[in-house]
């Protein structure tokens, strides 16, 4: 069983960024897709940006432009580097993982974005 662990999260000031670590507990099969979910409050989970184990990256609307995702597979860990912070930035970011056989869910970071 992988178990994926975040880390980075935290309160900033808007327009100000952060970067979000996510380890994971072994190697994966691949191939495979990692991510990064969120949930704001009273808000339905969000998908924020995929990328394959090949690199390739997809990104959801709302941060096109301003958020990165990348990965290290040698370290098994992922990462999302989020500039130009919003105050609607703000939620639980969780990451994800899944390969052909099982889905995984980290527990979550807390990102709040207020001045």
């Known amino acids: 069983q992988v178990q994926l662990v975040e880390s980075g999260g935290g309160l900033v000031q808007p327009g100000g960024s952060l970067r979000l670590s996510c380890a994971a507990s072994?190697?994966?099969?691949?191939?495979?897709?990692m991510g990064w979910y969120r949930q704001g409050p009273g808000k339905q989970r969000e998908l924020v940006a995929l990328?394959?184990?090949?690199?390739?990256?997809y990104y959801g609307d709302s941060v096109k432009g301003r958020f990165t995702i990348s990965r290290d597979n040698a370290k098994n860990t992922l990462y999302l580097q989020m500039n130009s912070l919003r105050p609607e930035d703000t939620a639980v970011y969780l990451c994800?993982?899944?390969?052909?056989?099982?889905?995984?869910w980290g527990r979550g970071t807390q990102v709040t974005v207020s001045s």
């Open positions: 990328i394959t184990s090949e690199g390739d990256p």
């Open positions: 072994e190697t994966m099969t691949s191939p495979n897709t």
């Open positions: 994800y993982a899944r390969t052909t056989a099982n889905n995984y």
